[in-house]
Every structure is written in structure tokens, then in C-alpha cells.
């Protein structure tokens, strides 16, 4: 049986063991961790200018309108774009940038 995302991690094609690695013992693949990595490094790295965003969107919004609190909602799609094309698997950062 295959899965969609078996072989999202380059180093793991071809190694005997990988796939009763993941699914375990119950034979369900086993998803903790899965794109973490990639959203932790970029946290771990970026982490002041993404709480600098939102208290900035908060400030905008109790003096300015309630529109900029809209903004908060926005974040996220940033975040996971960065972090999906300038991290590894592993969380580092990639070093063909």
C-alpha cells in the first residue's frame, strides 16, 4: 500500500525499513513532525519580526479600524510560504538561496 506522501524525504528513498519505520506498528503513517520542521525553523529564526507583525496589526487596528485586524488572519499564508521554500526538512536553512 502507498502512501501519498512516502517520499517526501530525499534520504529516505531506497532504505529497506523506512516504510515500517513510519507506519509502525499499527500500520498508519506516522504524520508527527510532518512540515514542523519547516514552520520551526523559520519560527526559531524569524520569530521577533512575526510578533512585531501582529502587535503592529493590533496597534493599527485599536487606533486606526478594525480592518487591520484582517491582516492577523494573512499571516499564516506568509509564514508557510517562506518557511516551505527557504527551510529543509530538517529545519535548516537551505543553502542554495
Known amino acids: 500500500m502507498s502512501f501519498p506522501f512516502a517520499g517526501l524525504r530525499r534520504e529516505s528513498v531506497g532504505r529497506q525499513g523506512d516504510e515500517a519505520r513510519r507506519l509502525g506498528a499499527t500500520g498508519v503513517p506516522d504524520w508527527e513532525g510532518f512540515a514542523v520542521n519547516q ?9 521577533w519580526v512575526w510578533v ?4 503592529l496589526t493590533v496597534v493599527l487596528g485599536l487606533t ?8 492577523i488572519l494573512c499571516l499564516p499564508v506568509p509564514f508557510a510560504y517562506f518557511a516551505f521554500n527557504r527551510y529543509d526538512e530538517h529545519g535548516n536553512e537551505k543553502a542554495d538561496l
Open 52 to 55: 512585531l507583525f501582529v502587535a
Open 39 to 47: 514552520l520551526g525553523g523559520l519560527w526559531r529564526d524569524t520569530w
Open 64 to 71: 486606526i479600524g478594525w480592518f487591520f485586524y484582517l491582516l
